[in-house]
Structure formats: structure tokens, C-alpha cells
């Protein structure tokens, strides 16, 4: 059923927290309700780069609450920036909700992201009912529901668990957070667990997934919850189901990124040929590590593609881009949608965040994981072992991964015959995941069930 115009009065508001990882799915979900007829408000709060925001998301209306919040100031703990971050995003949410209601058009939902429980109660308070959006995987957010509930306790005593649905996980499975170690991880902690806080309360509850990928711990998950439903991947349609015109890129990057200079040197190489690495918004190299890295990419027999930000640039080793020009490019950031399914890339060696690895699934890219902490140790552990995409790298015992094991990975996927294997199984992933969120399937059911209710309701 398309829903079209009959539903273009009901309006929603979602608030993603303001990260990229978390940013992206939630942008594109609600692009995806506006191409189902509903008006959508994505709240940021806060920017530095809005105007060219604007342009690239024209089908829904972005507003920015506050420009205070755009990162932890030095010295600000996590507690104390998340804490900023609340009362800050509430005052602001409170206020444009209040401006919409005098409008034609005030907002019945508030799709919240499940970092952010208390919009929940300011929801509830402001008359709204609140969705809470997963950005995280099925099986991360049932890991963390266990903890949550004190079936287990941190730290972790046992080397491995064992829960519903799920394959055997040893700590270094689980999300790095769960072994909490100083205060800042335990300030993580309970911002991961306190998803959790108000969990009965939503009526619905999206996960950015589909059922194929993570069936057993979904079907887990939803004896605990019924409406808990996936409509993932979150991928924008040109590569998947191809419904919206010209949506090839997520249109909001905290970044800037130079996609001409990436695509015309990919143009310039052979089928399969590159590696792509990327380790996502967030994650930072130390510096032995990173040398080890570009040591790697050096010996490997492959072109490399490196994403490195701009504030990790001077952990590169000295002369690096110019000795390696011939073989590598080296980037601040790409739209890496466009990077990942670009026929010269071979494979993706990454952090494992959970938007990057939907993403390689969904364009048949098999990965190299190489995880740093959060979910992307638990994310990791399925792409090699339950979906078999790829390797994960090990590490020596002090956390390093040497370049003679970043060398051996990517030979493995690039020439060896298990990268074959995973070829042909991130292919059969990635037609999966299209059939999840083409017309009829799962994700996208989940989708039209999703609206029917607004529909019903704004009756
Ligand atoms: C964070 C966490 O680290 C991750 O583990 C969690 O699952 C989500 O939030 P991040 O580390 O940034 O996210 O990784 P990821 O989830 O992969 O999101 C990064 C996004 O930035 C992806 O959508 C990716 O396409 C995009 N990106 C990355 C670019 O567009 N260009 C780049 O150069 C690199």
C-alpha cells in the first residue's frame, strides 16, 4: 500500500543524538516516512554546517535547537555533556513542539533515539507518544537488555556467555563497555544501558535491522517486546531499492568531504582492486597503531583507499602519503556510500560501527574487522562468524595489530579462496537486504504497518 498524500498532516519529530552514526539512520528513516506522505521534522541539536544541510534533505524540514551542543567542551566529562545535553535538547524540543501545536500542524509522535530515554517522558509530558529508534544492532541491544535486567553483572567474571538466541560470546565479543574499566566507560555504560529505562513504555519500537539478518535474537527480542520491528537497512534507496529519486547519499555530514577526488581515483583502478578503510566518526587510532596500519596497507599487495580525519592526521608516520602515493589515497572523509559501491572496491577493512557494517552488507562488500570499542567488538564477531563476511584481525597483548597481520588479512580477502567465499556470501547479504526493504518485504511491511497506525490515529 502507498500511502501518498491521504496522511501528509500527521507530523513527526525525531531526534537522533548528535553523532553521525547516529545522525544518518534516523535522517534516513525519516526520509523514508516523508516518502510515505508524513511531514517530518529531524531535530538537530546543534550544527556548524546547516546551510548545506538544508539542500541536500529537502523532502523533510530539519531544525536546529541548539547551537551549544555541538561537542564536549575540554575538561566536560561525558556525564556532565550528556547531562548538558538534556536539558538543553528538552528546553529546545519543548519549545519548537510548542511553536508547531500553534501551527497547522503540531507533531503526534516524537521518534526518539533509544540513547536518549528521558524524550520519552517529555514526550508523554507534552502530550506525545514516543517511539524509540535502535540504531545499534538486534543483537547488541539484547546483550545490553540482559545486562540492564542483572542477568549478568559488570565486570564480567566468566570468559564466555551464553544467552537466548545468540551464539557463544567471549568478553572480547561483547561490547566494550560491558568490561568497564575507568569512569568514562562506566559513564557509557549506563547511557547504553539506560536505553532500557523506559523500554515498556513505547508503544513501538524500531531497530535499524531486518529480520533475515538477525532472525533468532529479533524473534527473542520481540517474546520481550511484540512491537518491536525492524525496518532496516537504513541505506539510502539508490542502492538498494532505487524509490527515491537521486537518494544517493544520507544529505547531512558533520564532515567535508571531497567525493570527485575519491571517485575519479577509484575510476582509475581495476575491478576489486582497492581496499577501503574507514574507521567511522568517532574512533581514534594511538599512535603505534596507526603506524602499524600504514606499515600494512604499504606491504599489501593492494591499492588502498584510508580514510583519516583530519585531527588523526599527524599520527600518520612521516612522509607517508607522498611515499605511497602511487599505490594509496588518503582522505579527511568521503561519502563512503559512494566509495562502497564503487566496482574497483574490493573490500572494507573496518571499525565495525554498526552503520558501516549494515552498509558493506547491503553493497556486497566483504570486511577486514577491525573493531575499537562499543558494539563494534559484538558487530565484528557476527560479520566473521554468523554472517561469514570477512576476518577479524587479532591483535598481539598489548591491544597492537602488527602490519604483518594487517598484511595477512587483506591477501586473505583480496586473493585468498576464503575471500572468495565471503564475496559470495556478502552478495547473497546484500540481495537480502534489498529484499527486506523493496516493496513487500519485511522492513518495509514493518514501515507501512508503522504508518497505517499513524493514519488510524491522526483520524
Ligand atoms: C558510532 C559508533 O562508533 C558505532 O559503533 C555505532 O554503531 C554507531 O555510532 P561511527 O563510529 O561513526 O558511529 O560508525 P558508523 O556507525 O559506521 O557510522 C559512520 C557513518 O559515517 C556511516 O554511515 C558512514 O557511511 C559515514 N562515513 C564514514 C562517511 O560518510 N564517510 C566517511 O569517510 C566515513
Given at each position: 500500500m502507498e500511502s501518498g498524500k491521504r496522511v501528509s498532516e500527521t507530523h513527526i519529530m525525531v531526534l537522533p543524538f548528535h553523532a553521525q552514526g547516529h545522525i544518518n539512520p534516523m535522517l534516513q528513516f525519516s526520509k523514508r516516512l516523508a516518502s510515505k506522505g508524513i511531514k517530518v521534522t529531524l531535530v538537530i541539536a546543534a550544527t556548524s554546517n546547516s546551510q548545506s544541510m538544508h539542500a541536500q534533505t529537502s523532502s523533510i524540514n530539519i531544525e536546529i535547537i541548539s547551537e551549544e551542543l555541538d561537542r564536549r567542551q575540554q575538561e566536560e566529562s561525558i556525564e556532565d555533556y550528556l547531562e548538558r545535553f538534556r536539558i538543553l535538547a528538552s528546553q529546545g524540543l519543548t519549545a519548537l513542539l510548542e511553536k508547531h501545536n500553534r501551527s497547522n500542524h503540531p507533531a503526534k509522535i516524537l521518534i526518539y533515539d533509544s540513547v536518549l530515554p528521558w524524550a520519552q517522558d517529555l514526550a508523554e509530558h507534552l502530550g506525545l507518544d514516543g517511539v524509540p529508534f535502535f540504531t545499534q544492532s538486534c543483537a547488541v541491544s539484547a546483550i545490553y537488555y540482559h545486562f540492564y535486567q542483572g542477568v549478568f553483572n559488570t565486570p564480567?567474571?566468566?570468559?564466555t556467555v551464553s544467552m537466548p538466541s545468540?551464539?557463544?560470546?567471549r568478553v572480547d565479543d561483547?561490547?566494550?563497555?560491558?568490561?568497564?574499566?575507568?569512569p568514562v566507560d562506566s559513564a557509557l555504560l549506563n547511557l547504553v544501558l539506560s536505553q532500557f529505562s523506559n523500554f515498556k513504555k513505547g508503544k513501538w519500537i524500531l531497530c535499524n535491522t531486518f529480520d533475515k539478518l538477525e532472525d533468532q535474537v529479533m524473534k527473542w527480542m520481540a517474546s520481550q517486546r511484540?512491537?518491536?520491528k525492524t525496518i532496516g537497512p537504513t541505506v539510502p534507496s539508490m542502492y538498494l531499492d532505487k524509490r527515491l529519486e537521486d537518494d544517493k547519499d544520507y544529505g547531512l555530514s558533520l564532515f567535508q568531504q571531497n567525493v570527485d577526488t575519491c571517485i575519479t581515483w577509484l575510476d582509475t583502478k581495476g575491478i576489486g582492486s582497492v581496499v577501503y578503510v574507514s574507521f567511522g566518526s568517532l574512533a581514534s587510532l594511538g599512535e603505534e597503531q596507526m603506524e602499524e596500519l600504514a606499515w600494512g596497507l604499504k606491504r599489501s599487495n593492494s591499492h588502498f583507499m584510508w580514510v583519516v580525519r583530519e585531527l588523526e592526521k599527524k599520527k600518520l608516520p612521516d612522509n607517508f602519503i607522498e611515499e605511497t602515493s602511487e599505490k594509496g589515497l588518503v582522505v579527511s572523509w568521503c561519502c563512503q556510500l559512494e566509495v562502497l559501491a564503487h566496482k574497483a572496491v574490493g573490500c572494507f577493512m573496518t571499525h565495525c560501527g554498526w552503520n558501516s557494517t549494515l552498509e558493506a552488507l547491503s553493497l556486497g562488500v566483504p570486511m577486514i574487522a577491525m573493531p575499537r570499542f562499543s558494539d563494534q567488538t559484538t558487530n565484528a564477531k557476527f560479520v566473521e562468524d554468523v554472517w561469514q563476511v570477512g576476518v577479524r584481525v587479532k591483535a598481539d597483548e598489548k591491544g597492537i595489530v602488527k602490519r604483518e597481520e594487517i598484511e595477512l588479512c587483506i591477501s586473505e580477502i583480496m586473493e585468498g579462496e576464503r575471500g572468495h567465499e565471503m564475496k559470495r556470501n556478502a552478495a547473497r547479504w546484500k540481495e537480502l537486504a534489498k529484499e527486506a526493504v523493496n516493496e513487500g518485504g519485511s522492513s518495509d511491511k514493518n514501515l507501512e504497518e508503522f504508518v497505517a497506525e499513524l493514519l488510524c490515529s491522526s483520524d
Open positions: 564480567l567474571e566468566e570468559s545468540m551464539p557463544l560470546l561483547l561490547p566494550s563497555f560491558i568490561n568497564v574499566k575507568s511484540p512491537l518491536i
